[in-house]
């Protein structure tokens, strides 16, 4: 089960160095990824996502990887900027079937960028 | 650019009362989604609505929630009788699906809502 008053693992970068953040995501039909920023006080901000039939997507700045055999997900954040402290969830669904494609949020990785 | 707004930002209530919360999603989007976070833990998905009808539900979204979309642009959560258990941040989200990769379903998020229950 989840344990209550979860404690986030926490990444400490200086600014300027390249960040990974990785998640394990837990159903094996899921087709479909997504990788969400929040800020404190804020809702989730959409990132970057990609399809399981890709294993690498780029957008500016970020790199998202998939590995599908092993159920792993990272996102590569390049030249990492104090603004980019946040929380950092992974979010997989599966559009097709019966879903309507909600989403399932891991349990997020708190980034912090020294100056 | 637009935007998924939530309205109030911060929503206190005594335990057994109603509460509504309320979302305007992006105008052009037509799945909605309200999901929750309570203090410290991951956001939880509650409901979906497509076409005026409730497409999926998960175990939280018991008979005490419901939604609506009373006119064209508003997206409600109703609270029937609140519980403490019930505090948390509600975000509501929209998304429009790509018709060509259907796979495709960003959901967009507002700024959420904090649900205090005393």
């Known amino acids: 089960g989840e344990s209550v008053g979860l404690h986030l693992p926490t990444l400490s970068v200086q600014e300027g160095d390249n960040s990974i953040i990785n998640c394990a995501y837990s159903?094996?039909?899921?087709?479909?990824f997504i990788w969400y920023k929040q800020e404190s006080g804020k809702g989730p901000q959409f990132i970057i996502d990609i399809r399981s039939n890709m294993d690498k997507r780029q957008g500016q700045r970020v790199t998202v990887l998939l590995n599908k055999t092993v159920k792993h997900l990272s996102l590569q954040i390049a030249a990492t900027q104090p603004g980019d402290s946040a929380v950092y969830f992974c979010?997989?669904?599966?559009?097709?079937?019966?879903?309507?494609?909600?989403?399932?949020f891991g349990k997020g990785t708190k980034l912090s960028v020294k100056p | 650019e637009p935007e998924v707004t939530q309205t109030p930002s911060h929503q206190v209530t005594q335990m057994g009362q109603e509460v509504i919360l309320r979302c305007v999603p992006i105008s052009n989007h037509l799945y909605f989604y309200w999901y929750r976070q309570i203090l410290g833990q991951k956001v939880e998905f509650l409901v979906s609505f497509y076409n005026n009808e409730i497409s999926e539900k998960s175990e939280i979204f018991d008979d005490q929630f419901s939604v609506e979309r009373p006119d064209g642009s508003n997206f409600t959560l109703k609270i029937r009788s609140t519980k403490l258990e019930d505090s948390a941040m509600y975000f509501c989200a929209s998304s429009v699906r790509d018709s060509q990769l259907l796979a495709k379903n960003i959901q967009y998020f507002g700024a959420g809502t904090r649900l205090s229950v005393l």
């Open positions: 159903n094996s039909a899921s087709d479909y």
């Open positions: 979010a997989e669904t599966f559009p097709y079937g019966g879903s309507q494609g909600n989403l399932i």
